[in-house]
């Protein structure tokens, strides 16, 4: 039995289009993050994932919280009941940008091939 997951077929792995009711979702994930996060002076990847979780968000979706260059990097797997609602934000304390998206259910959303 092979112990790793298949590799997703190509096609899954395109960014989806969101509902209007998760566009709605995201604005409002969007806002509290910013709001938690913003005028941190110098954050860490530990300080943006404590932060994350003091929202309620679980381990099982945050993930890829890392320093990139002068910013903290980090994804949030919002999917739940069919949905496919993806953030991925960034931040160097004094700005916030939460960047939502789609990913088809077959793919974790860090593998998502973003647009543009």
């Known amino acids: 039995m092979p112990s790793e997951k298949p590799r997703p077929t190509e096609a899954a792995t395109e960014e989806v289009e969101l ?12 806002r509290r993050i910013t709001k ?4 941190t002076p110098d954050p860490t990847p530990s ?11 679980i381990d099982e979706r945050i ?8 910013k903290v990097t980090f994804v949030l797997d919002l999917r739940v009941m069919g949905g496919q609602l ?6 160097n304390g004094t700005r916030t940008a939460i960047e939502p998206y789609g990913a088809s259910v077959e793919v974790d959303c860090t593998e998502v091939r973003r647009r543009g």
Do not use: F, M, N
């Open 19 to 30: 509902s209007p009711v998760e566009t709605c979702a995201a604005s409002h994930h969007a």
């Open 36 to 39: 938690a996060i913003d005028g």
């Open 47 to 57: 300080h943006v994932k404590e932060a994350l979780r003091g929202l309620g968000y």
């Open 63 to 70: 993930h890829g919280v890392q320093r990139s260059g002068e």
């Open 86 to 91: 993806c953030l991925s934000g960034r931040t």
